[in-house]
Every structure is written in C-alpha cells, then in structure tokens.
C-alpha cells in the first residue's frame, strides 16, 4: 500500500521563520512548499491542491485573512492554520470566522507548529465530502 506525504503549504514572508517551518514539514515527512506572500500562496495553492496550508497574517502584499478567503473561494474545505503575531480574542475570532482551522500564534514551540497541522489533517479527513 503507497500512501502520500500530505502536502503543506507555508506562506510567510520572514525568511528565518518560513525556512524553520519548512525545515520541521520536511522533517515529518511532508511534502512541503514555501512561498513569501499572498499572491504566490494562491498560486502555488492552485497549482499543488495543498491538504494544509500554514498563513502568516501579515503578509507583504496583501491580509492573510485576503489569502484565506479566496484560497477557500477556490478550494473549499482547505484546512489553514493561521501564524500570526496577532493574538487578541478579537484576532482569534476574526479568524475562525474567516474560515481558519487553528490559530497559532508567534512565537510557538516546533511541537505546536506539528500538531497544528496533524489536528489540520485529521479534520479534513473526518469532513465528509459533499
């Protein structure tokens, strides 16, 4: 039986941090892709039908919760997690109304970064498909 690494996608435009993120996908086994900002994040998104996508809140070019919208305009039921340095309830809220699976905010341990995606994962694969 083959199974497929899960596909992650991180959008953030700090360097050091989308590197580290990429670095702890890559370790876990997945099949990991890095973008900067919005614009690429959609695209890229597009192109590779990521399983979970991890989204900066303040992105270069343009709101992550912009990018949230219209990567779940284009594909619905895409689990994110959102990376923000923003951590106010209103924050939060906003982002669960948004569409967001989990809020991670900065800075966080390598083991919340981890287990933001697997919960991320197993949700989307306990969502019935319509």
């Known amino acids: ?7 992650v996608l991180v959008v953030d435009d700090e360097a050091a941090l989308r590197e580290l993120m990429t670095m702890v996908c890559a370790y876990e086994g997945w ?3 890095a973008v900067e900002a919005g614009e690429p994040a959609i695209a890229a998104a597009l ?5 979970v996508v991890l989204l900066d809140r303040m992105l270069p070019d343009m709101d992550g919760l912009e990018v949230l919208r219209r990567l779940h305009g284009e594909i619905p039921g895409l689990p994110v997690v959102l990376v923000t340095a923003l951590d106010s309830a209103e924050d939060r809220a906003t982002a669960r109304a948004a569409g967001a699976v989990a809020y991670l905010p900065k800075p966080f341990g390598l083991l919340d970064l981890t287990d933001s995606v697997r919960r991320a994962l197993e949700a989307a694969r306990d969502t019935p498909v319509c």
């Open 1 to 7: 039986m083959t199974t497929t690494a899960p596909r």
């Open 31 to 33: 099949d990991v892709v």
């Open 47 to 51: 192109a590779r039908r990521p399983d």
